[in-house]
């Protein structure tokens, strides 16, 4: 799940604040959770917890909310004051909270959701931190190491009028390479990162320019199938969330698109409520976008056809949940001993590059 509004305005207040922290926001769910729980009235229980988590744009919001509700504002309406800050399929779902008397059923399902998914980012942010480290490690010494020592080789041998050998001039271009076109390569790549950041947080441009970011990450060795599954994840559960309170169906898959915080399920999920609006079944408008399995598609129209819609859906992202967890162990983790395995290789050919012009050296002097 990611907090993310593409709405276009700014809340009530025409706020445009980015949006919190998905920590932050989760941490929020919780302790509300709790408190309206066990029947702690909204207001006391949005004044305490903004006595507690004072500090900072959480801190900030609480206070603005506990406010709004004080005057007699719905906890729904205080949100939407809030902008962007607050993601669209939260304040809904709160909306449906309120108005069937179950708040505290959905903060606390909103949490789970949360948890879900900071612990899904955190599995993922860590089978890819070793490899991305160790790589950042090996094109240092290759850049930066390698040609100092075998540029002094090249000038010492250049004073003999001998080149360097072949090994080791070959190691010595690579490395000069690297130095000379990685950097700025490097630079590139941080470039559209920061892009991609402020993209993701831009209300009308993000959709469109970053589908063909998101079509490539979807298409990636090893790491597309586990997006592709961690997406869908989100997408069930959010989807599910949102019709097991009563949610109506265009609305719930236009925000469960939203929730997942890709660009190709956003628009995928737009045009599903559009079918749907027009008389098309769920299963049959999500299975024409392609966005999905076909065996997740047939499953949903088992679902839609014995009343089960929900269920299948919570059945479906636990599913996918696992299936993430399956494959981040078989596959992003060979990554690991496999980046050790080349880096090793390279090392050890950059090494025995260093030591070709020392074991030759002997002979130039002789000869």
């Not at 998101?214 to 989807?239: H, I």
């Not at 590059?353 to 002789?366: D, E, M, Y």
Request: aromatic share 8%.
């Amino acid at each position: 799940m990611t907090w993310h509004s593409n709405s276009d305005g700014g809340g009530i207040l025409g706020r445009n604040e980015r949006p919190l922290r998905t920590e932050d926001l989760n941490l929020f769910t919780e302790q509300l959770a709790s408190l309206t729980a066990s029947g702690v009235p909204l207001a006391p229980a949005l004044a305490e917890l903004s006595h507690e988590l004072r500090g900072g744009r959480l801190g900030a919001l609480l206070e603005r909310v506990w406010s709004d509700v004080e005057g007699g504002t719905s906890l729904e309406e205080a949100l939407g004051r809030q902008g962007d800050a607050i993601p669209p399929l939260y304040s809904s779902l709160v909306r449906v909270g309120e108005r069937t008397g179950n708040l505290p059923a959905v903060l606390q399902q909103l949490s789970q959701f949360g948890q879900r998914y900071l612990w899904l980012r955190y599995r993922l942010q860590v089978a890819m931190a070793y490899p991305v480290v160790l790589l950042a490690a090996l094109l240092l010494f290759l850049g930066g190491f390698v040609p100092h020592v075998m540029g002094q080789f090249e000038e010492l041998y250049a004073s003999f009028g001998r080149d360097l050998p072949l090994l080791s001039a070959g190691v010595l271009g690579f490395g000069r390479g690297l130095w000379r076109w990685g950097l700025p390569a490097g630079g590139c790549l941080a470039a559209l990162s920061v892009i991609q950041f402020l993209l993701l947080r831009s209300s009308i441009w993000s959709s469109r320019l970053l589908l063909p970011w998101e079509r490539l990450k979807l298409a990636a060795p090893l790491f597309g199938p586990v997006y592709q599954t961690v997406l869908s994840a989100r997408f069930f559960r959010a989807l599910s969330l949102m019709l097991a309170h009563g949610a109506p169906i265009a609305e719930s898959l236009h925000l469960a698109g939203l929730a997942t915080g890709s660009a190709y399920f956003s628009q995928a999920a737009r045009q599903a409520a559009a079918a749907v609006m027009q008389g098309e079944g769920v299963s049959d408008a999500l299975r024409a976008t392609g966005v999905l399995r076909r065996t997740h598609c047939w499953i949903l129209q088992q679902g839609e056809r014995n009343g089960k819609f929900p269920i299948m859906l919570a059945r479906l992202a636990d599913t996918c949940d696992q299936e993430a967890e399956r494959l981040e162990k078989s596959s992003l983790s060979l990554v690991g001993p496999g980046m050790v395995a080349v880096c090793g290789l390279l090392v050890g050919v950059a090494v025995i590059a260093c030591f070709v012009p020392v074991l030759q050296f002997a002979g130039i002097i002789n000869g």
